[in-house]
């Protein structure tokens, strides 16, 4: 995460406390792997020149910063050749630079070293290495690095602080911080971080539950249709036996809940087997995934009562058709 911190240009002075202070509050916080800081000059601000300060800038939009070392490790930067990252925060060295590859490029310096000198905002500044920015950082290969001397007094510094966790804390260390860096003026600071996961996993589960939701409610609705179509087809081919029960004595309300109670059958049926082909892959899909496999104790409850009313919904129809059939005319036709 990144924290906007304010101050300006005064918070580069010497024996000011607050912006040490601040990266050691920061780095106190649990799960925090590393803090850093890194100051940016205003593009009007920042006169870059190669060989005299009345020498035209550059074609290249280059930008001029200062950084610690570890907030360029944290962004995953590192020297294209000796390290010489660490100089950078040796309060002994002033007037010193480190360029990204596009800014040695576009400069034309060479290799650093003595004699590899530039003029910025009127001041010579000894270049002393040459940064790889690395995939996550590619605005660091455009800009002059340069000790903290070098920006004071500047307008318009924008001072901000890295604050790299571990993997899925960002957002609880986020929470946390502007208390423990000023306890009684949290409100100063500026975060920027990532999503909070913990809200994107709970908005990406609750789109995904639904979906499914939706999905096995079309199928159970098409299921229990297939169902009564069968059923009524039963009923007409099964049509000389109920004229033989109706014979024999049995009214139109027992026909009907003889159908009734062969849906109700088949429904409870297919929902233990749901309930156990269910169960049963959720904990291979958990043991396979090494999750921790969370169960309802209503949802057998639940599955057992969806194949009861698909039973009843399904049986309904062939039913009532069962119990309406003529017994006389249905032998005759035999």
Known sequence: MRVAVPGGAALLEPGDPRLPNWLDSAGSLPHVRATGVISRAAGSAATITRLAPTDPRPDASLSLVSASASYLRAAGATSIGPDTLSLLDDPSLGGIAILGSAAAEALELPPPGPGSTLWINGRLVDVVGVLDAGPRQGDLADAVIVSPDVLRGLPDLAITLLVRTEPG??????????????????????????????????????????????????????????????????????????????????????????????????????????????????????????????????????????????????????????????????????
Do not use: K
């Open 169 to 334: 804390y960002p957002a609880a260390v986020a929470e946390a911080l502007p208390a423990r860096m000023d306890p009684a003026n949290p409100g100063q600071f500026a975060l920027e971080t990532v999503a909070d996961l913990r809200d994107l996993r709970y908005g990406v589960a609750t789109d995904l539950g639904s979906l499914i939701a939706l999905i096995s409610a079309v199928l159970l609705l098409l299921a229990a249709i297939s169902a009564a179509c069968t059923m009524y087809v039963s009923v007409q081919a099964r049509s000389h036996e109920i004229a033989l029960r109706r014979a024999v004595g049995a009214g139109r309300r027992a026909v009907a809940t003889l159908f009734l109670g062969e849906g109700v059958l088949i429904g409870l049926s297919g929902g233990a087997v749901g309930i156990a082909a269910g169960t049963a892959a959720t904990l291979a899909i958990c043991a396979a995934r090494e999750w921790t496999p969370v169960l309802a104790p209503w949802l057998p409850l639940a599955g057992l009562g969806l194949g009861l009313l698909s039973g009843l919904f399904s049986a309904a129809v062939p039913a009532w058709a069962a119990g309406r059939q003529r017994p006389a005319a249905t032998l005759r036709a035999r």
